[in-house]
């Protein structure tokens, strides 16, 4: 499902566990709003225990953008975890302002939504092999 809001699309598809939300456009201003109701959206779907954010086909994030990414992944940490992951392109103008605000040592940050993915079932795993262990 894809929808249209001052040339912002953004459309939902499951991968594997994990809810992805590509955005494509401009993420500014004038489209932060969309972008942080599709978020909600895609956080609230039941069987999403995990969020990727696909950025590889944003041609811009303003100052906004970069506000609603901090607040999302602030509200989505559970238990020191983020379960909030970002697919971003380093040769896409969306980089360059996350790197120069420092975001991209704060935010979990991926090449792809397969690496992003790989990520989640690897945190999983340890999980699962830490919670088996007794005293």
């Known amino acids: ?4 809001a001052n040339d912002l699309d953004c459309s939902f598809r499951r991968y594997g566990d994990a809810m992805v939300l590509a955005l494509s456009g ?6 932060v709003r969309r972008v942080g109701a599709a978020v909600e959206r895609a956080f609230t779907d039941p069987a999403s225990g995990t969020v990727i954010l ?7 994030l303003g100052s906004a ?6 607040e999302v992944a602030e509200a989505q940490r ?4 983020p379960t909030l992951r970002i697919v971003v392109d ?3 103008p969306v980089i360059r302002p996350i790197q120069l ?3 991209d040592t704060v935010l979990a940050l991926y090449r792809s939504p397969e ?3 790989r990520d989640v079932e690897r945190w999983r795993g340890s999980a699962s092999a830490s919670s088996g262990t007794s005293t």
Do not use: Q
């Open 115 to 117: 690496d992003a993915l």
């Open 90 to 92: 380093g040769t896409r």
């Open 26 to 31: 401009p993420v500014d201003y004038a489209t």
């Open 65 to 70: 953008g970069i506000g609603i990414l901090v």
């Open 78 to 81: 559970r238990d020191g975890v």
């Open 1 to 4: 499902m894809s929808t249209h």
């Open 54 to 60: 696909d950025l590889s086909e944003v041609d811009f």
């Open 101 to 103: 605000t420092g975001l």
